[in-house]
Nanobody
Framework: VQLQASGGGLVQPGGSLRLSCVVSGLAIDGYSIGWFRQAPGKGREGVSYISMYRGRTFNAGSVKGRFTISRDNAKNTVYLQMNSLKTEDTAYYYC????????????????????WGQGTQVTVSS
């Protein structure tokens, strides 16, 4: 199983980016997907989550109203649309896959995910 994240880069505060995560080796329609991020000197933080089947989503409070996660099962791809970016959004962003349908108290736990991508850097700076 491989997860290829892309779409990161340098953007000014208030700008937008769309991250993509292309999954190979399994069909994502039977899996839930999470996006995580890790800034230098900090732990890995859950950003957004989308469940299998019903597409239920959860978002971290720090990104609510600004980030949107979506999935295209036909393309085996998950997206993270990031708007109104802030300097504190600067981090390495990872996508991850789990065969479980997670709940509010567990979706942001990295230990719930079985497969991880290599990440893409997002830098928000003027």
């Amino acid at each position: 199983v491989q997860l290829q994240a892309s779409g990161g880069g340098l953007v000014q505060p208030g700008g937008s980016l769309r991250l993509s995560c292309v999954v190979s080796g399994l069909a994502i329609d039977g899996y839930s997907i999470g996006w995580f991020r890790q800034a230098p000197g900090k732990g890995r933080e859950g950003v957004s989550y989308i469940s299998m089947y019903r597409g239920r989503t959860f978002n971290a409070g720090s990104v609510k109203g600004r980030f949107t996660i979506s999935r295209d099962n036909a393309k085996n791809t998950v997206y993270l649309q990031m708007n109104s970016l802030k300097t504190e959004d600067t981090a390495y962003y990872y996508c991850a896959v789990t065969p479980r349908s997670l709940i509010l108290s567990s979706w942001s736990d990295p230990g719930q995910y079985d497969y991880w991508g290599q990440g893409t850097q997002v830098t928000v700076s003027s």
